[in-house]
């Protein structure tokens, strides 16, 4: 069974700071890994998605990177701002048997950036 | 332009009640899922859809919830007889793709619906 771990569950930081965000997974056998937002009272918000074949991916100061092998990404932000506080979920895709393909979530890191 | 839209994004219900959620996903995605989000949880898998492919359903939690999609898109996510263990928002995802096809497709999530069953 797929399960999918994020460390730290919490975290607080002054602005300014890049910081990084964990996410491990127990079976490498994936298609992708996303890393979404989640503000309170929303839905989610895809940030980035990795490819299985990909190694990283950024998009302004946001940078993921996956190494599939040792089951774990990192999502990297860059001068922190306070609207960046949010929690920060990872998830992956892989098929879970008999022509079906899911999505395991982690239970997110919840940021807090301090002004 | 137009997201993945849920309704009601609020539903308060008696325990015993059946209720019906509804999710508009976005247009041309042939890929849809509902997952539940409860406090201090992680998100929980309910129901995949992908096209005219048979539904994924080894989420559902027992057999008082099930899903349909109706000419694939709108879908529905009822819940029968709810309990108070019902309670948590029920999320709603659409994505151009399913993840099998080329697995470079990222999921549209809706606001939500809570659900609170008293």
């Known amino acids: 069974k797929q399960e999918v771990t994020q460390i730290p569950a919490a975290l607080s930081v002054p602005e300014g700071e890049n910081l990084v965000l964990n996410c491990s997974f127990t079976d490498s056998a994936i298609y992708n890994l996303q890393w979404f937002r989640q503000d309170p009272g929303k839905g989610l918000t895809s940030l980035l998605l990795?490819?299985?074949?990909?190694r990283e991916q950024t998009s302004g100061r946001l940078n993921a990177s996956l190494d599939k092998s040792s089951g774990r990404s990192t999502l990297y932000i860059a001068a922190s701002q306070p609207g960046d506080s949010a929690t920060y979920l990872c998830a992956v895709s892989f098929y879970s048997g008999a022509g079906s393909y899911q999505l395991t979530f982690g239970k997110g890191t919840k940021l807090s950036v301090i002004p | 332009g137009a997201g993945v839209s849920q309704s009601p994004s609020n539903k308060v219900t008696e325990k015993g009640k059946d209720v019906e959620l509804r999710c508009d996903p976005i247009?041309?995605?042939?890929?849809l899922y509902w997952y539940r989000q409860s406090l201090g949880q992680g998100l929980e898998f309910l129901i995949y859809?992908?096209?005219?492919?048979?539904?994924?359903k080894s989420g559902l939690p027992s057999d008082r919830f099930s899903a349909e999609r109706t000419g694939g898109s709108v879908s529905t996510l009822t819940i029968q007889r709810t309990q108070q263990e019902d309670s948590a928002v029920y999320l709603c995802?659409?994505?151009?793709?399913?993840?099998?096809?080329?697995?470079?497709?990222?999921?549209?999530f809706g606001n939500g619906t809570r659900l609170t069953v008293t």
């Open positions: 990795i490819q299985s074949s990909q």
């Open positions: 995802a659409s994505s151009l793709e399913g993840v099998e096809v080329l697995g470079n497709s990222p999921l549209h």
């Open positions: 859809f992908q096209g005219n492919s048979a539904p994924d």
């Open positions: 247009s041309g995605h042939t890929a």
